[in-house]
């Protein structure tokens, strides 16, 4: 399981830890993993490869210089440019020593910062040591002037990039985009969340020892899948594995009825049951044999396609009190699940309509919308998009780290729809039926995009091969 804390979180672990060890003990460990961390990303060593140090005021670009005296003792020519008034002054020294060279504000400041750029371009990377967790979101405009001019040199951002918020994945303002981001101690909600995950790049954990408590936000690795899915118990039947029920897809979207079906019917519980009109019962038959009609389920999925008779597919599965799912039309009537055991299935647009904000708002701040609709619905929320949501009515939440663009295809929703469904009647809770679903379907939409373009149905023909490897 990948964990993200807090700044408060780490704050007080880091509190806990500077009490107990040699001062500075910290900052060497987050050196040494950083300058580690650019050595590999440098590919051929650091002799004679030329690194800039972009430093701010605090202890972020402490580690960032000296990490770079690292770096220059084992060759590689080292500039920092200090961007406030004030930097890290054993670190200064450390650099200086190490034979690095250090300019001030007032030389990096000269014009926008573009004439300090191009009179030292040839940089092989630049390191991102202006903020970490104590700043602020955004960048003063001269550190902004500064990027832009060194835009196409590799960035590696020191715990993260700079101008991002830790703590909520959320920008405000210019930001650094890395190509890698090497943190310390934990990850951090901005490692996992977007927007601001998307400016992290590749993410490098260095382990400063840090006793962490528990984490609110986490994102499963395949081994949590692997050890989180049902498995059939040697004496199991059908019934004892579970009967997943589909109430989607109508005469106009028959293929919505399919999809959701196809995903039910990924072998994770022991049954299909369809209800439905009976020429759409009709084509799923024909589509999976083994699904049969209406009857007793341990978990509805509803709402796909279903159009005018969203409410009733919705009130109808409501009746039998088991867990549900609530996708697409039956999203308009979520306010009906409050307390009982259910996930929604939103995309951004359809959460925007839930909460009475526009989709780009929604995207802005996934996380913080997913928590809210989750405390307001009283139900765990999928909030689909690039890095999905999965949020629990106490705040707890899980982000899907697998997933390609590729699954920005319609009818990939239904299919999810089915498969957190079959996760559900297999005896899952909630939060992880939705977090292992969301996990599984992004997966097999990786592995499916492996041969080239996919349609949704392609989804749903990789999730064998896909469980089969977990
Ligand atoms: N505390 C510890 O034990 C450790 C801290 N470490 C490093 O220390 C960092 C935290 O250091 P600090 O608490 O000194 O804080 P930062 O270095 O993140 O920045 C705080 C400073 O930046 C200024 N600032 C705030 N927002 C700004 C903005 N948007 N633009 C420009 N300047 C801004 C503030 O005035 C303040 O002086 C971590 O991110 C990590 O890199 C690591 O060395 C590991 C150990
Ligand atoms: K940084």
New binding site residues.
């Given amino acids: 399981m990948i964990r993200a804390h807090t700044v408060e979180q780490v704050?007080a672990a880091?509190a806990d830890?500077?009490a107990r060890l040699p001062e500075g003990t910290?900052?060497q460990?987050?050196?040494h993993g950083l300058a580690h961390a650019v050595v590999d990303l440098l590919g051929s060593g650091a002799y004679g490869r030329r690194v800039l140090l972009l430093v701010?005021?605090?202890?972020?670009?402490?580690?960032a210089l000296y990490a770079g005296a690292l770096l220059a003792r084992r060759g590689a020519q080292v500039e920092a440019w200090l961007?406030?008034d004030?930097a890290h002054e054993r670190g200064v020294a450390a650099l200086r020593a190490a034979g690095g060279r250090v300019r001030h504000r007032e030389v990096t400041r000269s014009g926008d910062g573009r004439r300090a750029a191009s009179s030292t371009c040839g940089y092989d990377v630049v390191v991102d040591?202006?903020?970490?967790?104590?700043?602020?979101?955004?960048?003063?405009p001269a550190?902004a002037a500064v990027l832009d001019a060194l835009a196409g040199i590799p960035v590696v951002a020191?715990?993260?990039p700079?101008?991002v918020d830790a703590d909520t994945g959320e920008l405000e303002g210019p930001h650094v985009t890395a190509d890698l981001t090497v943190t310390?101690?934990t990850h951090k909600p901005c490692h996992l969340a977007d927007p601001a995950a998307a400016a992290c790049g590749a993410i490098h954990l260095v382990d400063?020892g840090l006793d962490l408590p528990e984490a609110l936000l986490e994102a499963l690795q395949p081994s949590d899948v692997a050890a989180l899915l049902p498995r059939p118990v040697p004496d199991a039947h059908k019934y004892t594995r579970g009967v997943v029920g589909v109430r989607a897809g109508s005469a106009t979207y028959p293929g919505a009825a399919l999809l959701s079906v196809s995903g039910a019917a990924c072998g994770l519980a022991g049954m299909v049951r369809y209800d439905g009109d009976d020429p759409v019962l009709d084509l799923v038959r024909a589509a999976h044999p083994e699904v049969v009609g209406p009857g007793r389920v341990q978990a509805w999925v509803v709402g796909s396609g279903s159009a005018a008779g969203a409410e009733s597919a919705l009130r109808a599965s409501l009746a039998d009190a088991v867990p549900l799912v609530v996708d697409a039309d039956a999203l308009a009537f979520a306010d009906l699940v409050a307390g009982r055991p259910a996930v929604l299935t939103p995309h951004a647009g359809e959460l925007g309509q839930m909460l009475g904000e526009e989709r780009e708002v929604i995207e802005s701040a996934p996380l913080r919308f997913a928590r809210r609709a989750a405390e307001q619905y009283d139900a765990v929320v999928l909030l689909k998009g690039r890095r999905s949501v999965i949020a629990r009515p106490d705040g707890r939440a899980r982000v899907t780290l697998s997933g390609t663009p590729w699954l920005a295809t319609a009818g990939a929703g239904d299919v999810l729809g089915g498969l957190v469904g079959a996760l559900l009647a297999a005896g899952l809770d909630p939060f992880d039926a939705a977090s292992v679903g969301s996990w599984l379907h992004g997966a097999a939409g990786t592995l499916a995009a492996q041969r080239g373009p996919i349609v949704a149905s392609d989804v749903a023909v990789a999730l064998p091969a896909l469980l089969g490897s977990l």
Wanted: glycine letters at 26%; aromatic letters at 2%.
């Fill in positions: 704050r880091e830890l500077l910290l900052m460990r987050a050196a701010g005021s605090g202890d972020n670009g402490g580690d961007l406030s004030t040591g202006i903020v970490g967790i104590g700043g602020r979101p955004g960048l003063r550190a020191v715990d993260l700079s101008g310390f101690g400063i």
